[in-house]
């Protein structure tokens, strides 16, 4: 088991920068594939950003590559998602997310076993 909890979302200007941050307990950290994923009202749930500790690899969506940056910090058990160069159309609920055992390549939501409660971010105009 692993609990999640995320921060650090906000109201932003475009062009801005955040920071989310999401705080893991339980299980040892490295163990799991580390995802970001955010949701717009009324569309489904996408994947933004995924780190892998097997290789130390990240992956992004289309949409975010050049802007935003996944990386962790295994003694804190902390995961982040830096976030520059944001748009209106960044506006969402971020999730992260944790998938056991560590996998790379996990895209997909239904790949992974826990869920943080989410945080929003509102990009604006």
């Known amino acids: 088991q692993v609990q999640l909890v995320e921060s650090g979302g906000g109201l932003v200007q475009a062009g801005g920068s955040l920071r989310l941050s999401c705080a893991a307990s339980?299980?040892?950290?490295?163990?799991?594939?580390m995802g970001w994923f955010r949701q717009a009202p009324g569309k489904e749930r996408e994947f933004v950003a995924h780190?892998?500790?097997?290789?130390?690899?990240?992956y992004y969506a289309d949409s975010v590559k050049g802007r935003f940056t996944i990386s962790g910090d295994n003694a804190k058990n902390t995961v982040y998602l830096q976030m520059n160069s944001l748009k209106p159309e960044d506006t969402a609920v971020y999730y992260c997310?944790?998938?056991?055992?560590?996998?790379?390549?996990?895209?997909?939501?239904?790949?992974?076993?826990?869920w943080g409660q989410g945080t929003q971010v509102t990009v604006s105009s």
């Open positions: 997310a944790a998938r056991y055992p560590d996998r790379t390549g996990s895209w997909y939501p239904e790949m992974y076993d826990y």
């Open positions: 339980g299980r040892t950290f490295s163990s799991y594939a």
């Open positions: 780190i892998s500790w097997i290789d130390y690899s990240a």
